[in-house]
C-alpha cells in the first residue's frame, strides 16, 4: 500500500513482514539514515511496530561490522536485563535478523537495511528540560556502561578507526594548517594558538589507554540527550538508542562528550560567546546520575580520568572544527564561510572555562565516587 520503491518493499519482505504488515511511512528526522515506521495490524488498529532502516553507506564503511556490533551487545543486554528483573522489550532495541537469518538486508543497489522494534510509550527529549533530565541522561549512560562492563571488549570491531585518538586528531590539524587550502589560517590566528598551546594534552588519554591505565570498554559515542528513550509515565531513562557508533573505546570519552553538550549554555554555533559557558552545575548533576551507577565499576584510575575527558572531547571537538575550517569544509556542513570557526570558538570557550575549574571539576567527582579528598 503506497509503497512506490522497489527496495523499500524488498526490505520489508526480506525481514518477513511482507504481507503482513499494514503499511510503510518515513519516520523521524534522521540526517544520517532513512528510517521507515511499519506497522502491523493490532487488536483495534494498526500499531507502529518496528522502525526499518537504510544505513548510510558513506559514513558506515562496514555496514557488516556495524550490524556485528549492534547485535552482539543487544543479545548481550538483554540477558542482563532479564538478570536484573526488567523488560528486554522495552530496555534495550531489539534487532531482527532477516529471514535468510542475515543481520541486515542488501537491496539490489548494495544499500543495507536493518531492523528494529519501535519501543511505544517513550519518549526523546533534544535539550534537557531540566537537571533532573541532565541527570537521568547520566545514570542511563552510566547503567548502559555497568550492565557492559563484563562484555569482551575484543570482539567488537572499531568500525570507525581512530575515533576519538585525540593526538591524531591533532596532527590532522597540523596538516590541514600547513596546508592551509583556503588562505583561512590569517582569520584564525588565536584559535590556532589555542590548539597549539594544548599539544600535551591531547596525549593525557591516549597515553593512559596505551600504557594500559585506562581499560578499553564498550562505548556508545553519540551520548546526546536525544539518543535517550525515556519512559513516558514514569519520565525515567529506558532505553539506550542509535548504536550505531558502538566501539571500543574509554569511559571518559563518552562521558565527556555527554558533558560537552550537555552542560554547555548556548548552541555549538552561538556566534555570541558571551552567551558561551561550561555550567558546573549541571555538570556535577550528570557526575552524580553516572557515578551513581559506575562507581563501583570504574577503576580509581577510570574515574580520575573523567574530568580529563570532558576537556578532551570539547578540545578534540573543537580541533576537528578548526581543521576543517582550514581545509575549506569538507566534513561538517556549514550554513557560512565561518561556521565552522564559530563552532570551534565555541568549544575552545567551554575548554577554557574547564580548565580554570578544573580542581572543583575533580573535587566533584571525587565527591561522588566517594574517594576521600587528601
Ligand atoms: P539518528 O542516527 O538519525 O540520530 P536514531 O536511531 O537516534 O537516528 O533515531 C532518531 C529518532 O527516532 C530518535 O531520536 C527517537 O526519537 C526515534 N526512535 C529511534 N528508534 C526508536 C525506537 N526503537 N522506538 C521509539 N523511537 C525511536
Ligand atoms: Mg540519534
Ligand atoms: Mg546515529
Known amino acids: 500500500d503506497g509503497i512506490d520503491n522497489r527496495n523499500l518493499e524488498d526490505a520489508v519482505y526480506a525481514f518477513g513482514f511482507g504481507k503482513k504488515c499494514s503499511y510503510v511511512k518515513t ?21 507502529l511496530s518496528y522502525v526499518l532502516q537504510r544505513v548510510n553507506r558513506n559514513v558506515f564503511k562496514d555496514p557488516a561490522g556495524v550490524m556485528d556490533n549492534i547485535f552482539g551487545v543487544t543479545e548481550y543486554l538483554r540477558n542482563v536485563i532479564r538478570k536484573e528483573g526488567g523488560d528486554p522489550d522495552r530496555e534495550t532495541l531489539s534487532y531482527i535478523k532477516t529471514k535468510s537469518g542475515s543481520t541486515y538486508f542488501e537491496d539490489s543497489e548494495g544499500e543495507p537495511w536493518r531492523c528494529y522494534n519501535f519501543i511505544p510509550d517513550s ?21 548502559f556502561l555497568k ?40 582569520t584564525c590566528r588565536p584559535e590556532i594558538q589555542f590548539v597549539l598551546d594544548r599539544e600535551k594534552d591531547c596525549a593525557v588519554l591516549v597515553d593512559q589507554q596505551e600504557a594500559g591505565t585506562l581499560p578499553l570498554r564498550v562505548t556508545h559515542n553519540d551520548t546526546k540527550l536525544n539518543n535517550i528513550l ?24 563518552d562521558f565527556g562528550d555527554s558533558i560537552r553538550f550537555g552542560a554547555a549554555t548556548a548552541e555549538e554555533d552561538e556566534r555570541d560567546l558571551n552567551k558561551m559557558h561550561f555550567d558546573i552545575g549541571l555538570y556535577e548533576v550528570y557526575v552524580k546520575g553516572y557515578l551513581e551507577e559506575t562507581k563501583d565499576v570504574l577503576t580509581q584510575e577510570e574515574i580520575e580520568s573523567l574530568p580529563w575527558g570532558a576537556r578532551l572531547m570539547t578540545l578534540e571537538c573543537g580541533i576537528r572544527f578548526l581543521a576543517d575550517y582550514l581545509q575549506g569544509d569538507t566534513y561538517f556542513k556549514t550554513d557560512y564561510p565561518e561556521h565552522n570557526l564559530v563552532r570551534a570558538r ?14 572543583q571539576m575533580k573535587e566533584i567527582v571525587r565527591k561522588y565516587a566517594c574517594i576521600d579528598i587528601f
Do not use: W
Not at 123 to 143: I, K, M, N, R
Not at 177 to 183: G, I, S, Y
Not at 349 to 358: I, P, S, T
Open 147 to 186: 550492565q557492559l562492563s563484563d562484555y569482551p571488549v575484543d570482539r567488537l570491531n572499531e568500525t570507525i578507526p581512530d575515533f576519538h585518538n585525540t593526538v591524531k586528531r591533532f596532527e590532522a590539524f597540523q596538516v590541514a594548517l600547513k596546508r592551509d587550502l583556503k588562505n583561512r589560517a590569517a
Open 230 to 253: 525515556f519512559d513516558g509515565k514514569t519520565g525515567k531513562g529506558l532505553c539506550i538508542i542509535d548504536l550505531d557508533t558502538i566501539m571500543p573505546g574509554l569511559a571518559a570519552n
Open 27 to 47: 519516520f523521524g528526522a534522521g540526517h544520517i539514515n532513512e528510517t521507515y515506521a511499519v506497522y502491523m495490524p493490532g487488536e483495534e488498529k494498526d500499531e
Open 123 to 143: 519518549v526523546c527529549y533534544q535539550l534537557a528540560e531540566s537537571p533532573e533530565q541532565f541527570y537521568q541522561s547520566g545514570s542511563s549512560f552510566g547503567h
Open 346 to 359: 565555541t568549544q575552545f570557550r567551554l575548554v577554557d572555562e574547564m580548565e580554570q575549574q578544573f580542581e
